[in-house]
DNA sequence: CGCGACACTTGAACGTGTTCAACTTCGATG
DNA sequence: CATCGAAGTTGAACACGTTCAAGTGTCGCG
């Protein structure tokens, strides 16, 4: 009757195996969890964690997935109020690290497995499209509503040049050794104004033919 | 006598294994090298290996070098006769695909050692600083001998700023699957331009601001 | 020559992620 | 009810990276 249970049995091994593995990752970190401890932990054999997740890499999917969802939850409910573009995007970034902060020493060991391309965890992976366009979403939300005045193909393009601008502080973020982050904090506080300017300084006359060429770019190397 | 020879035929031993380390890389590429098959060839023990090389990450260093070192032969001698700033820098870009070529297939496969923030290989790690000077190097001489009229500030921070942009072209050239890294020529070729333009614009009244604001936060956030 | 120190070398052994052929459940069908 | 097939489950087995205690060679010094 309901859509997606395929097994009463089925989805409970399933859940319990991803739940064991996410306790232990939170516990061990990556590197330390075997698959062995998962299946354990979860109460069935090695095989059988295999027959739910082809391997130990998309049992970080759902960590991936739960960090994204927390992180829209919260960005949006923070978002409530706010008007000025730099100030929504502030508070977006900030609200990653503030979702993310739990996981920080452990995320370090699992970044190396979504750098890999060949990985489903990879942010550009097909796998990994949903919840990209979710991270994207967010970005969009940021731009559209904000009162910044900017050309209707610049609004559009914003939210994918924000999600990279989030890529790369997610990798400086990784490097952060700071107490809680403070280093990948100071950054957005630092870099959000820049990024304000950007784009009021975007309508300049000599500036906005750099803008739409970086938009044609963009677009022309999206695969 | 001479400096660094501990022992004839222990240094026979390293060069044997990290040759057989190379030709099988490219061979079979990172992963279908087991470190057996490297003894094997090398003509010593599994364990004599570990000796020499406490890891099969170490074992990529040496590749990476080579393209590093390849890499400022090549654009060095491709400078030559450019005065233009895009004309540089497509150059010494497109040097970089053109000596990494050869590699990509395995490239991506260690591209998840070096994304790692513990690892040796990281660009961002302490034992990687002298190739990420050399890279950096590269694109300070890209700058320097061209007739770009920018600010003296701007000068001094746009190698690191460009050597940044090379670490995300590598990016999208390790996802390239296209004949001969088509896609990643293509985007050099007009990214190139934008640069150019962004460089020129960077005296501009309203631009300038921005432009020194994020020099200052790249000063204030480097390690 | 004898001997000790040290660089070098060895392969067995360990723990890991992953695969697989065999087994068990269980609901639907005749 | 009996039977069949798919879904679910199992643990042994494999190949790998890595470690290590034990061995071998070699050089210098008494």
Same mark, same amino acid.
């Given at each position: 009757m309901s859509e997606a249970a395929k097994s009463e049995r089925g989805e409970q091994s399933r859940l319990a195996i991803a739940a064991a593995a996410q306790e232990l990752f939170l516990e061990r970190g990556y590197d330390k969890t075997t698959m062995r401890a998962v299946a354990e932990r979860a109460g069935v054999s090695l095989g059988n964690a295999y027959y739910y *997740? %082809?391997?130990?890499?998309?049992?970080?999917q759902a960590f991936y997935d739960g960090i994204q969802a927390s992180h829209a939850e919260v960005a949006v409910r923070r978002l409530d109020?706010?008007?000025?573009l730099g100030d929504r995007l502030g508070a977006a970034l900030i609200a990653w690290i503030d979702v993310a902060e739990p996981f920080h020493e452990f995320a370090a060991q699992f970044f190396k497995v979504a750098a890999d391309?060949?990985?489903?965890?990879?942010? *550009? %992976?097909p796998e990994s499209a949903p919840a990209r366009d979710a991270a994207v979403g967010i970005h969009r939300l940021v731009v559209e509503g904000s009162d910044a005045k900017v050309t209707k193909d610049v609004r559009a393009a914003l939210p994918e040049l924000l999600w990279m601008l989030q890529m790369g502080i997610v990798l400086f973020w990784v490097h952060d050794q700071s107490e809680g982050q403070a280093r990948t904090r100071e950054l957005v506080q630092r870099l959000v104004p820049v990024v304000d300017k950007v784009v009021k300084v975007s309508r300049l006359p000599g500036v906005k033919g750099v803008i739409t060429d970086l938009i044609d770019l963009l677009d022309a190397m999206r695969p």
């Amino acid at each position: 009757m309901s859509e997606a249970a395929k097994s009463e049995r089925g989805e409970q091994s399933r859940l319990a195996i991803a739940a064991a593995a996410q306790e232990l990752f939170l516990e061990r970190g990556y590197d330390k969890t075997t698959m062995r401890a998962v299946a354990e932990r979860a109460g069935v054999s090695l095989g059988n964690a295999y027959y739910y *997740f %082809s391997s130990k890499e998309h049992l970080v999917q759902a960590f991936y997935d739960g960090i994204q969802a927390s992180h829209a939850e919260v960005a949006v409910r923070r978002l409530d109020g706010r008007v000025a573009l730099g100030d929504r995007l502030g508070a977006a970034l900030i609200a990653w690290i503030d979702v993310a902060e739990p996981f920080h020493e452990f995320a370090a060991q699992f970044f190396k497995v979504a750098a890999d391309p060949g990985s489903p965890l990879s942010p *550009f %992976s097909p796998e990994s499209a949903p919840a990209r366009d979710a991270a994207v979403g967010i970005h969009r939300l940021v731009v559209e509503g904000s009162d910044a005045k900017v050309t209707k193909d610049v609004r559009a393009a914003l939210p994918e040049l924000l999600w990279m601008l989030q890529m790369g502080i997610v990798l400086f973020w990784v490097h952060d050794q700071s107490e809680g982050q403070a280093r990948t904090r100071e950054l957005v506080q630092r870099l959000v104004p820049v990024v304000d300017k950007v784009v009021k300084v975007s309508r300049l006359p000599g500036v906005k033919g750099v803008i739409t060429d970086l938009i044609d770019l963009l677009d022309a190397m999206r695969p």
